[in-house]
């Protein structure tokens, strides 16, 4: 399985590589912009995206995978944040998320996520 990981905290960024690695998954990019993951994960075409909520940008992952919906990008896509505020997560029904994960995530709660999503792909 191939992953993109939006992230704008570098250090988290790395952690999560180093799990999807350990996992043995692909890690494809690591975006820390909404932009950037708009324009890259069209290009990248990843089988899962694991996305931030707040990012160093003023597109925030929900609005990410708003537009990328938009354009009939299916990919699914786990958010990982430090908001737990409801609106938020009732922003992100529009984009028909996997998970909604809080901050800080272990590697056992990502594991089975990702590979719940695998179980759905195949």
Same mark, same amino acid.
Do not use: C, H, W
């Given at each position: !399985?191939?992953?993109?990981?939006?992230?704008d =905290?570098k250090? &988290?960024? #790395?952690? &999560?590589?180093? !799990?999807?690695q350990? #996992?043995?998954? /692909?890690? #494809?990019?690591?975006i820390?912009?909404? +932009? @950037?993951a708009i324009d890259?994960i069209q290009? &990248?075409?990843? @089988?899962?995206?694991l996305? *931030?909520? !707040? $990012?160093? =940008? =003023?597109? =925030?992952?929900? @609005?990410v995978?708003?537009?990328?919906?938009?354009?009939? %990008?299916?990919?699914?896509?786990?958010y990982?944040t430090?908001n737990? *505020?409801?609106?938020h +997560? +009732?922003?992100?029904q529009?984009? *028909? %998320?996997? /998970?909604? $994960?809080?901050?800080?995530?272990?590697?056992? @709660?990502?594991?089975?996520?990702?590979?719940?999503?695998? +179980?759905?792909?195949?």
């Open positions: !399985m191939k992953i993109v990981i939006v992230e =905290d250090v &988290l960024s #790395l952690l &999560l590589s180093k !799990m999807i350990r #996992l043995g998954y /692909e890690v #494809l990019d690591v820390s912009k909404g +932009q @950037d890259k290009n &990248l075409l990843p @089988d899962l995206v996305m *931030d909520i !707040m $990012l160093e =940008d =003023d597109i =925030d992952g929900i @609005d995978m708003i537009r990328l919906r938009e354009k009939g %990008f299916n990919t699914p896509v786990i990982i430090g737990s *505020d409801p609106s +997560q +009732q922003r992100a529009k984009t *028909d %998320f996997e /998970e909604y $994960l809080i901050k800080p995530v272990g590697y056992e @709660d990502l594991k089975r996520n990702i590979e719940l999503v695998e +179980q759905k792909k195949s």
